[in-house]
């Protein structure tokens, strides 16, 4: 059986310097904005006023989910271990 190649999409985002409303964080994230009010309402980002940087947040747990086969909740939980991983790595002494 031949191996299927994956594709994977880059989306630029910018830096985390100010707020933006929920279209502009939902075409960042290249998502459907019915799709980013459901991570608000599981806690993967926080209501409104949304951080610049919540949409590589939502953007990676949407990779997740469509990689990796994991459901909306599992895509949020590794979303917030990978991030708990990476703040307890830049505290290393």
């Given at each position: 059986m031949?191996?299927?190649?994956?594709?994977?999409?880059?989306?630029?985002?910018?830096?985390?310097?100010?707020?933006?409303?929920?279209?502009?964080?939902?075409?960042?994230?290249?998502?459907h904005?019915?799709?980013?009010?459901?991570?608000?309402?599981?806690?993967?980002?926080?209501?409104?006023?949304?951080?610049?940087?919540?949409?590589?947040?939502?953007?990676?747990?949407?990779?997740?989910?469509?990689?990796?086969?994991?459901?909306?909740?599992?895509?949020?939980?590794?979303?917030?271990?990978?991030?708990?991983?990476?703040?307890?790595?830049?505290?290393?002494?």
């Amino acid at each position: 059986m031949a191996a299927q190649a994956r594709r994977f999409a880059l989306r630029a985002v910018r830096p985390a310097a100010e707020s933006v409303e929920l279209g502009v964080l939902a075409r960042e994230a290249g998502l459907h904005p019915d799709l980013v009010r459901r991570f608000v309402r599981m806690g993967l980002v926080d209501p409104p006023p949304f951080p610049r940087d919540a949409a590589a947040r939502l953007a990676r747990a949407s990779r997740l989910r469509r990689d990796l086969g994991l459901n909306y909740a599992g895509a949020v939980l590794v979303s917030e271990l990978l991030d708990r991983i990476r703040e307890l790595e830049t505290r290393r002494p």
